[in-house]
Nanobody
């Protein structure tokens, strides 16, 4: 099982960025995929999750209205569109998988599988 986050980079405040989570080794349409982030000196926090069953989506309050999660099971890919980025969005972003639903994401429980992160830096 592998998950790989990509698409990070350095952008200016107000810019947009799209992150990708490539997956392999498991059937993506059976798994919820979540994005987490960890800023320097801070604990990891959940950003967003999309379920497997009905594509229900969940967002942290800090990103609601700015970030959009989506999935393309045929391409084994989940993406996170991030708009109106600000300095507080600077972090390493990770994607993770959990069987079927986002319940573990919602409850703060450990996800089944984790990938390596991609760094997003928002700075002028």
């Amino acid at each position: 099982v592998q998950l790989q986050a990509s698409g990070g980079g350095l952008v200016q405040p107000g810019a947009s960025l799209r992150l990708f989570c490539g997956t392999s080794g498991f059937t993506l349409d059976r798994y919820a995929i979540a994005w987490f982030r960890q800023a320097p000196g801070k604990e990891r926090e959940g950003v967003s999750c999309i379920s497997a069953r009905d594509n229900s989506t969940y967002y942290a309050d800090s990103v609601k209205g700015r970030f959009t999660i989506s999935r393309d099971n045929a391409a084994n890919m989940v993406s996170l569109q991030m708009n109106r980025l600000n300095a507080e969005d600077t972090a390493v972003y990770y994607c993770a998988a959990d069987f079927r639903s986002c319940i573990d994401y919602i409850k703060g429980n450990r996800m089944d599988y984790w990938g390596k992160g991609t760094l997003v830096t928002v700075s002028s």
